[in-house]
């Protein structure tokens, strides 16, 4: 089959892919959880898109950012720091349940879609460093089936976990596929596959990177609309 044998060739990409495999069905198991617990608390739909706007400003202000950190660190560091760092931040929904502070589900959901923001664009963009040139259009394919697996499979276990069990648990299954996640990366951590773009000079300065933020038109309105909810 394709699948294992671009895996088996390619035996530093398949920790990616696995890795991304747990953060997406994560993240799904995440988001099931939050919007759930969110409207089973509150039944506002206000407070559902308060919090669905936190979860897509990151993505518009971090992920051009996330390219200018891909230009000047190691990128298996900020894979592995990015799953690892928001393991606690994805047990603060249960915290705020059993305390009745609704800021700390807010503050998850924002913080652990900052993180994504900053993995997304990195893990693309290390990929074209350790996968073979001719096995690139194969992993390319692979990873548009992993998106569909991790969003279709994750939303819909999510749901059914939620309904039969409780959404809490979603939760507790979050940052262990996060825990587990970082520890495939941790061996990015000690090869070199970087090195021969060590003495690349970066394209883009974070000062550009801020100017195309908010020189793009529909980024500064959705900028300005977040900022008045």
């Not at 000047?72 to 994805?90: T, Y």
């Not at 997304?120 to 073979?132: G, L, N, S, T």
């Not at 039969?164 to 000690?190: E, T």
Request: hydrophobic letters at 55%.
């Amino acid at each position: 089959m394709m699948i294992p044998k671009i895996l088996y060739e390619e035996s530093t990409y398949k920790m990616i892919f696995w890795s991304s495999i747990l953060n997406g069905i994560g993240s799904r198991f995440a988001q099931v959880g939050s919007l759930a617990l969110l409207y089973e608390l509150t039944e506002s739909g206000m407070a559902l898109g308060i919090l669905l706007s936190l979860q897509v400003l990151p993505t518009i202000v971090f992920a051009p950012i996330s390219g200018y950190l891909a230009d000047r660190f190691h990128k298996g560091n900020l894979l592995f720091w990015a799953d690892l760092l928001r393991v606690p931040f994805a047990l603060l929904p249960i915290v705020a349940v059993s305390t009745g502070q609704l800021w700390l589900l807010y503050f998850s959901a924002l913080v652990i879609s900052i993180g994504n923001a900053i993995y997304r664009p990195v893990r693309f963009a290390i990929i074209p460093e350790i996968v073979q040139k001719k096995n690139l259009v194969s992993v390319n394919g692979l990873e548009q089936n992993a998106i569909g697996i991790t969003l279709v499979f994750g939303s819909l276990l999510g749901g059914l976990m939620g309904y039969f069990f409780d959404v809490i648990i979603l939760f507790f299954f979050h940052s262990l596929f996060l825990l587990c996640a970082a520890c495939l990366l941790w061996r990015l951590k000690k090869i070199g596959f970087y090195q021969r773009i060590k003495d690349v000079k970066p394209q883009t300065s974070f000062s550009e990177m801020s100017r195309l933020i908010l020189n793009v038109a529909l980024l500064r309105v959705l900028l300005i609309v977040f900022a008045v909810q």
